[in-house]
């Protein structure tokens, strides 16, 4: 079976956004790119189950400008073999980019698709889910083990206060949360055949999707600043300050 | 214009983020209603019932409806969407898992992490981790939000709302139920604490983060936290995770033991109202978030502090 992983390009994690001036949004320019995380968790988890046997083929997907083609190509260095990128300069929201997953899965006819559960970026946690319902799919989100058999699944899924496990019937969406799996590294050999993996190169209008964007941002701020307080040289102190000065214990 | 609350519960009990949640539809302004979908859910729906500021309870039951499925609840949430302007959900594990689920199928945008609400079609929400807080007007005609727990007060008791029972839908057979590992714990809830012990890698082992966590938190009677380092490196399960990828806390009082403070962390603990940050690194980050910081070796400076409470 084919398994379809959508990749998201966002500011590297190690990167503090700063805001700009005007509120218009965040400056990322020359900021520091990458993969975000828990799709790479994702793009992780569809080679093990390549490389069980489950799986045949991997194909990378991901939504937005001309530079996302270098996300694609880590993907490949981690194990893809091939890639589709769906070029837009338009803002991409998450509705948007269910419906331009939807038609490639149309296209493609995967049995799973895999995504990170949200990217860094936006911290939206959506797409996931809304690609299952516009497929009208099983959903397995926030995923922390993956075992597949029989034309089956079962996965363990990170809830408020423990684990739950689910079975669904292929196809299905899984989300991937931070336990999945650990990523592993990509190597020289591997980025230098990456190069030559095909990755084809569509528009949203090829696959009939509208993407206008639905939620208009009016403002961006920096958040309340939280001020430092005082160090205490001691425990004593410490415990006298909590006590008597900010009475919280 | 009347909007919908999604209740969410557990064994019968109707779990606090449902409050807020209810207080976040109240300022969206319009008559609320809270659908409790579950089974053997009467006592939930009569807790519904009683929040300050609920005008109706749909109440559905039906085995299907147990265990929460996304597929099943979002169908249930379907069922009666036409008759609401906003769908709210509590942005926990299970409000994440649906809400997304029922606004592509509305085809319409979803906000997640609601904060605040500027007016009927406007919102605040953090992206980047907390670093931006971005306002942002919808024009879809239903608002499916997700709502941020900590960025809105419990609704109080004193109502009394009409229950109304409704058709549940069918089981959609596309997923099951399995098995459920929660963590046992007499200690409370981490999103629901009014204290937090809270730790990181500087724990160094998961015994340590036991040994040394565990009596100050007996003794204040407090929850348990890790910051995702502690968590990643085995020392804590993955629910006690407090930051970006985990739970977004706002206690009386968090207590953060050689937590260094990466980005990822503060945006899950920084509206906390009291914090304290131990830890030997003058330099660590926390520091510039902390109401009260000891600079000290956690060791020896934890249990010191056990013995003065």
Redo the contacts between chains.
């Keep these: 079976m084919k398994i379809l992983v959508a990749v998201k390009r966002v ?1 590297d ?1 190690n990167v ?2 700063r ?1 700009k001036s005007d509120g218009s949004g ?1 400056d990322i320019a020359n900021v520091k790119m990458s993969m975000n995380p ?1 799709d790479e968790i994702a793009i992780e988890e569809a080679m093990r189950l390549k490389e069980k046997g489950i799986a045949s083929e991997v194909i990378a997907v991901s939504c937005g400008i001309a530079q996302c083609q270098e996300t694609l190509r880590t993907a490949m260095a981690i194990g893809a073999d091939r890639a589709i990128l769906v070029e837009t300069s338009e803002e991409l ?3 948007a980019v ?1 419906k331009l997953l939807k038609a490639l899965v149309d296209k493609e006819a995967p049995q799973l698709v895999i995504l990170g559960k ?1 990217a ?15 497929l009208d ?6 995923a ?1 083990k993956v075992q597949i058999a029989d034309g089956a699944a ?1 996965v363990t ?13 292929l196809p ?1 969406v899984v989300t991937a ?3 999945l799996n650990e990523p592993r590294y990509v190597t020289l050999p591997n980025i230098m055949k990456a190069k030559k993996k095909p990755l084809l190169v569509v528009k949203p209008a090829d696959l009939g999707v509208d993407v206008t964007p ?10 309340p600043k ?1 001020g ?5 040289p ?3 102190t ?2 006298a ?2 006590k008597n000065e ?1 009475k ?2 | 214009m009347s909007i919908l609350v999604i209740a969410e519960h557990e064994h019968g009990a109707l779990k606090g983020a449902t409050l807020n949640t209810v207080s976040a539809a109240s300022q969206c302004g319009g008559d609320v209603h809270v659908l409790v979908a579950g089974h053997n859910a009467t006592g939930t729906a009569q807790a519904a019932a009683r929040i300050a500021g609920v005008a109706k309870v749909l109440h559905a039951d039906a085995p299907q409806l147990d265990e929460q ?3 099943n609840v ?1 169908a249930q949430v379907l069922a009666i969407a036409s008759n609401y302007t906003h769908i709210l959900f509590a942005a ?3 409000g ?10 509305l ?7 609601v904060t605040r609400v500027d007016a009927a079609d ?1 919102f605040e929400r ?15 005609k239903v608002k499916v939000l997700t709502v941020r727990t900590t960025g809105f007060d419990a609704a109080g008791d004193g109502g009394s709302a009409a229950i109304e029972t409704i058709a549940a839908v069918a089981d ?1 057979g ?10 046992k714990s007499d200690r409370p ?1 981490l ?1 629901a604490a009014k ?1 937090i012990v809270s730790g990181g890698r500087a724990m160094g082992s998961a015994d340590k983060f036991n040994d040394v966590l565990t009596p100050l938190a007996d003794k ?1 009677g407090a929850a348990l936290g890790a910051s ?1 380092a502690a ?2 490196a085995g020392y804590a ?3 006690w995770q407090v930051g ?2 985990g ?1 977004i806390v706002a206690p ?2 968090y207590i953060a033991c050689g937590i260094s403070g990466a ?2 962390h503060l945006a899950g603990m ?1 509206d906390s ?4 940050a131990i830890n030997k690194d003058p330099e660590a980050p926390i ?10 070796d956690l060791f020896t ?1 934890v249990p ?2 056990v013995k ?2």
């Design positions: 500011v994690y503090k956004v805001v965040v828990f929201q998450p509705l269910a949200q860094i970026d936006d911290d939206c946690n959506q797409t996931g889910q809304m690609l299952a319902a516009l799919w099983g959903q397995a989100t926030f922390s079962q899924r990170e809830v408020d206060g423990g684990l739950e496990t689910i079975k669904l019937a299905l949360d931070l336990r639905r939620i208009k941002t009016l403002k961006v701020a920096e958040p939280r430092a307080g005082v160090k205490v001691d425990v004593a410490l415990v300050k909590l900010a919280v214990i | 499925l996304a597929e979002a926990t594990a299970h994440k898992n649906v809400a997304p689920r029922v606004a592509a199928k085809d319409v945008a979803q906000i997640s992490d406007t953090p992206i980047y981790a907390g670093n931006a807080i971005a306002t942002v007007q919808c024009a879809d959609s596309k997923s099951a139920f399995v098995g459920r590992e929660v963590t809830e999103t204290i204040l995702r968590v990643d399960p993955n629910d970006q990828t739970k009386q009082l980005i990822q920084k109202k009291v914090i304290v520091f510039s978030v902390a109401d009260y910081g000891l600079e000290a400076a010191e502090l003065s409470l």
